[in-house]
Each structure stands twice: as C-alpha cells, then as structure tokens.
C-alpha cells in the first residue's frame, strides 16, 4: 500500500535550519510529484510547493521561495524540505504528499522553532 | 492569490442527517485545459488529511459514496448523504488551477 512516511518532530533555534524527510513506499516513486504543506493552527493549511521526482525540478510558492528548498533522492524514494532561517513563525506541522492532487498524505512532522 | 470561502464554518449533524458544504472561489477553478480543479479533503482529528473527491466530483477510491462533489466555476458544494459518525472532523476544499494553489479554511462537522 501507497505510505509516506515522515522524519520525527524537531525543535530548532531561531535563525537555524532544518530538514525534514518524507520516505515514499508501495508506488512508482518517480511517477508522482511530491507535494509540501504547511499546517497551523492561525493560517491554516498552506500550499509550499511540490518537486518532480524525476527531474528534481520545482514549484514554490512566492511567499516560501527563500524559506524552503525542496529535494529529492531517488535512489531511496525521499523526499526532503529544508526550512532555512527559521523563525517562531515556521513553527507548525508540515506534511508531504502525492502529487498535486495529495491522495496521499505523509503522518505530518512537527517543527517547533523556540530559543 | 485564489482565496476559496467555505461555508458554514461548523456544521452540527446528527447521524443519517445529509449535510452540504459550500466552497466559493473569488475566480473561476476552470482551466485553459478544461480541467476544474478542486478537490476536498477531510482531516480527522490527530489525522492528516484524506482525499475524498477530485476534479469537482471524482470520488477518490476506497471512498464511500455518500460523499459527492458539484459545481462548476466559482460554485462549489461538497454533500454527505447520511452522516456517519466516521464522517466528524474538518473539511477543506482546495484549488489547484492557478498558482499558488490554495485551501479554504475549513468546514468542522460535529454531532449534534
């Protein structure tokens, strides 16, 4: 069965970065794009931007360009999203997802930005 | 930016009650290609979101059908022809016509 299987929670300082993993199973990796999106509890769900996992090319978002980098390995069917500078506003659950329509959808990773 | 206006916010039901949810874009979800779309999903509490319906009315596979999408343009309406108790949580339209793709804020249906 289709699975999207996320790295833990993580806690970061400001002005730090992470990287967040999301390990696709059951599928044709390279046959869906990867879709990223931001959930809080203010802003509610947010679109970041999706990779295509055959080319690595990307979509972003305007208002994540700078603020997420997307990438992708295919020879182990992961996907990444990196948050740079981060602030107490990139605090929140990101999820990955299959393809643009998110049939899929990863466990969710929650990321707490907090000196 | 597309911005998708749900309504009611919260829906109280009762179980074997049909519900509708309404999803209103500020510019029409119709494609050069001829594709409308909007999907809507439902998020269970602790859960992340599912796929119910895509492409207005599609109904996702493995999804019951009591759930059904319309409409066309800028009006949209999600039904649930009797509500089950799995049915409780939060429901959210989304578009992916035009970038950057974006969800409505959500409709919570709880038991009455």
């Known amino acids: 069965q289709v699975q999207l299987q996320q790295s833990g929670a993580e806690l970061a300082k400001p002005g730090s970065s992470v990287k967040i993993s999301c390990k696709a199973s059951?599928?044709?990796?390279?046959?869906?794009?990867i879709s990223w999106i931001k959930q809080t509890t203010g802003q509610g769900l947010e679109y970041i931007g999706y990779i295509n996992t055959g080319s690595g090319g990307t979509n972003y978002n305007e208002k994540f360009k700078g603020k997420a980098t997307l990438t992708v390995d295919k020879s182990s069917s992961t996907a990444f999203m990196q948050l740079s500078s981060l602030t107490p506003d990139d605090s929140a659950v990101y999820y990955c997802?299959?393809?643009?329509?998110?049939?899929?959808w990863g466990q969710g990773t929650l990321v707490t930005v907090s000196s | 930016d597309v911005v998708l206006t749900q309504t009611p916010p919260t829906l109280s039901a009762t179980i074997g009650q049909s519900v509708s949810i309404s999803c209103r874009s500020s510019?029409?979800?119709?494609?050069?290609?001829?594709?409308?779309?909007l999907n809507w999903l439902l998020q269970r509490p602790g859960q992340p979101p599912q796929l119910l319906i895509y492409?207005?009315?599609r109904l996702e596979s493995g999804v019951p059908n009591r759930f059904s999408g319309s409409g066309s343009g800028t009006d949209f309406t999600l039904k649930i022809s009797g509500v089950e108790a799995e049915d409780l949580g939060v429901y959210y339209c989304v578009q992916s016509t035009h970038a950057p793709y974006t969800f409505g804020a959500g409709t919570k249906l709880e038991l009455k």
């Open positions: 997802a299959r393809g643009i329509a998110a049939a899929y």
């Open positions: 059951g599928y044709t990796f390279t046959s869906y794009y």
């Open positions: 510019q029409s979800l119709l494609h050069s290609n001829g594709n409308t779309y």
């Open positions: 492409l207005v009315s």
